[in-house]
């Protein structure tokens, strides 16, 4: 078998696991939009204190709140605020609310800046609005009782929801899929090979 006839097939092979995996990933799990908003760490000012270490210090108590956004205690905070936030969205179990609390959260921190960046995903694109807005709420009227330093959080980007949902990541299952089926292709080829 010459070298392009395998990669044709490797190709081929590929190519259809990536689109069994998009198809399964449609089939199974649900589509959620995304609701993003960006919030910009602004540590108190501390006598003495040169620009490098304060901006050092924003994207730490950053990196800590991406952390704590996640954890029970801001969830409940969040679900307080009344928003017109689906109350039966959340199940009532524990272990299943902070499994769902952080399937639906994600925060992440510009490298060597203090802006948090907060994506909230949801099946409803508006409720992922509103539980965004509460979020911000939280962060703006009392996020400093969740960080040890002092800060202000101010909103950069208001939440707006995707067009298009975002989840599952549509794109990154075809990828893998594509590199999986190619992958393993190739290698049943060479086992072949080896043992004819």
Avoid: C
């Amino acid at each position: 078998m010459t070298n392009i006839r395998i990669i044709y097939r490797a190709l081929v092979n590929g190519i259809i696991v990536a689109l069994v995996s998009v198809l399964l990933a449609y089939l199974i799990l649900p589509l959620k939009y995304a609701a993003t908003t960006r919030i910009l760490v602004v540590p108190h000012e501390v006598p003495g204190v040169d620009p490098y270490t304060s901006s050092k210090s924003a994207e730490r108590i950053a990196q800590n709140m991406a952390e704590i956004l996640s954890s029970s205690q801001f969830f409940k905070r969040v679900i307080s605020i009344s928003l017109g936030i689906d109350p039966h969205y959340f199940p009532d179990d524990e272990l299943e609310r902070r499994k769902l609390w952080n399937q639906t959260i994600d925060a992440s921190v510009g490298l060597n800046t203090g802006i948090l960046t907060i994506n909230i995903y949801h099946k409803d694109p508006d409720q992922a609005v509103r539980i965004s807005t509460a979020v911000i709420q939280v962060l703006t009227g009392s996020g400093g009782d969740f960080s040890v330093n002092s800060a202000d959080f101010r909103v950069v980007d208001s939440p707006v929801a995707s067009k298009y949902p975002k989840q599952p990541n549509f794109p990154a299952i075809a990828a893998a899929g594509l590199l999986g089926g190619a992958a393993v292709s190739v290698g049943f080829y060479i086992f072949r090979r080896k043992n004819s």
